[in-house]
């Protein structure tokens, strides 16, 4: 009954049903904060991209984007206030760690968004998909992650389904490691950006640590259900990562495994020291992956002018 006031019927104050003991009631009211994070600032792109600012307790703040998506929404989240992975290629990254999201912080930005659709867009608020690749590692904030996922597609929570959820990672090997044992069963992407130990630790510092070939087996071993893929997200930089040997060495990693490959080119931001290729080499870098029969898409960068496009969250540059 309570969860169903607060996942299904979306209510954010004291829960009322009205046959519920009193006891329980005032232990809830007491012990409990079903307050959702306060909407700081909400800014809309052309293309019906939304962005929310969203204010936490201690007054931090962290960026969750709704990005429409064939008439539904793709939401978001973010696991952690800034990222402690230093990625070099990223907004977010460069912004440092303050600390991690707790479970009801993460489920909140989705309530928070949810209510705003409602309000706003009440005739195409529909929310399809929902994706863990805003503000921070999530394998580097294990817990509360998956916590909030159990809550994204349990019966009693939002009763999502698990398909519809996936959780991106660079590559954090102690999170890897717990995955198949307690991770619910959702979607797993990893960011590769390069088959090559020596380019990806460039941009990934993290790879020094946890190189491929540790992190591969583990993400191998993570078991997807029967039509399920891998996501293998690779970001093009300009004259990095985007030449044909890079293609075909990823397509040679890749070739065999139930691999699906997102294609990103780079999204810039204030201050970014990379590029985004041409269009016809992204195209060129697709055709060779082609080649090697792993289905690829080209991500089209949503939400760029109001830097919502992944990579580009930065709550401290606001
Ligand atoms: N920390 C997780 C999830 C958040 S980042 C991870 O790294 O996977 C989500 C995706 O955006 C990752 O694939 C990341 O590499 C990519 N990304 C980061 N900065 C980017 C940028 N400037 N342009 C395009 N994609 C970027
Ligand atoms: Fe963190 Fe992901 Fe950005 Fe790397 S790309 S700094 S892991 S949010």
């Given at each position: 009954m309570v969860y169903n006031w607060y996942y299904k019927k979306n209510r954010t104050g004291?829960?009322?049903?009205?046959?519920?003991?009193q006891k329980t009631k005032t232990f809830l009211a007491e012990q409990l904060h079903f307050a959702?994070?306060?909407?700081h600032t909400v800014q809309e792109s052309k293309d019906r991209t939304v962005k929310f600012l969203f204010e936490l307790r201690d007054g931090k703040k962290v960026e969750t984007v709704l990005i429409p998506f064939q008439g539904k929404y793709s939401v978001c989240l973010s696991?952690?206030?800034?990222?402690?992975?230093?990625?070099?290629?990223?907004h977010t990254g460069l912004q440092g760690f303050a600390r991690n999201l707790s479970a009801d912080e993460i489920v909140g930005q989705l309530l928070g968004a949810k209510t705003w659709l409602a309000n706003h867009r009440a005739d195409d608020a529909k929310i399809s998909n929902l994706v863990?690749?805003?503000?921070?590692?999530?394998l580097h904030n294990f817990d509360a992650v998956k916590t909030s996922a159990e809550i994204f597609i349990s019966q009693h929570g939002?009763?999502?389904?698990?398909?519809k959820v996936t959780i991106s990672t660079s590559g954090y090997a102690p999170g890897l490691k717990r995955w198949k044992q307690e991770m619910p069963d959702v979607n797993i992407a990893l960011?590769?950006?390069?088959?090559f130990n020596e380019k990806r630790s460039q941009v990934i510092p993290i790879n020094r640590r946890y190189p491929l070939e540790e992190i591969l087996p583990l993400v191998d071993a993570i078991p997807t259900g029967k039509k399920r893929f891998v996501t293998y997200e690779y970001l093009l930089l300009k004259d990095f990562n985007d030449g044909p040997e890079d293609a075909h060495a990823t397509g040679r990693l890749l070739r065999g495994k139930k691999a699906y490959i997102n294609l990103i080119p780079f999204n810039a931001f204030p201050g970014a020291r990379y590029q985004a290729p041409a269009a016809d080499k992204v195209q060129a870098f697709k055709a060779v992956l082609d080649g090697y029969e792993i289905p690829t898409l080209i991500r089209t960068t949503k939400g760029d002018e109001i830097l919502a496009a992944c990579g580009q969250l930065n709550s401290l540059a606001l």
């Open positions: 004291v829960c009322t049903e009205h046959n519920l003991p959702l994070p306060q909407i696991s952690q206030v800034g990222c402690a992975m230093n990625c070099s290629f990223c863990y690749m805003g503000q921070g590692e999530p939002l009763s999502l389904a698990d398909h960011s590769l950006h390069s088959p």
